[in-house]
């Protein structure tokens, strides 16, 4: 069963917002002030078998400590499946949509790419996870045209370790 906000396998949906620039839009100078400041926690999400096992096929990774539950119980060090290092890294869009800020007159804001990822912990299945997120830096690259890094931590519900922390860098323009 697909978690909330995703649909099943094979089909597109709209999710209310994603297409949207974020109504957490503030000043240019506001947006440099919180530089170094915790921007927002995600909500939990849930990392089901179906979501990995999705992935597995997405990705053609069907190692059996993600796949196979009855073999990873019996073989592997975590006792249940987990999930690949990189579905949580690519939840990261969805988890970072509710947990950003932009300039004021975003028309736009694009994946501009991802640095130093360290998957700290794994992911069991079934798990909640969750994004938190601190603005590292903002630098206005050309008018109008703002580079925005995130250090990302994704949490997982319970766990002492994170999953992984992540600096991600998103191109707004105005």
Request: glycine letters at 8%; charged letters at 25%.
């Amino acid at each position: 069963m697909p978690s909330p906000g995703f649909p099943p396998s094979g089909r597109r949906v709209r999710r209310e917002g994603v297409d949207e620039v974020s109504d957490q839009s503030i000043s240019v100078a506001e947006l440099m002030e919180r530089v170094g400041s915790e921007i927002g926690v995600s909500d939990w999400f849930a990392v089901t078998q179906d979501r990995i096992n999705d992935f597995a096929d997405a990705t053609l990774d069907h190692q059996f400590i993600h796949v196979d539950p009855a073999r990873a119980a019996a073989e592997s060090p975590f006792g249940v499946t987990i999930a690949h290092g990189f579905l949580t890294l690519s939840l990261l869009p969805h988890l970072g949509s509710g947990v950003k800020v932009l300039p004021k007159g975003t028309k736009v804001e694009i994946n501009y790419g991802t640095e130093k990822v360290r998957f700290l912990a794994p992911v069991p299945v079934n798990s909640q996870i969750r994004a938190r997120a601190t603005l590292a830096d903002v630098t206005e690259r050309r008018p109008g045209q703002f580079l925005i890094k995130k250090t990302i931590t994704v949490e997982i519900k319970g766990a002492d370790r994170p999953a992984l922390v992540a600096e991600t860098l998103t191109l707004a323009i105005t």
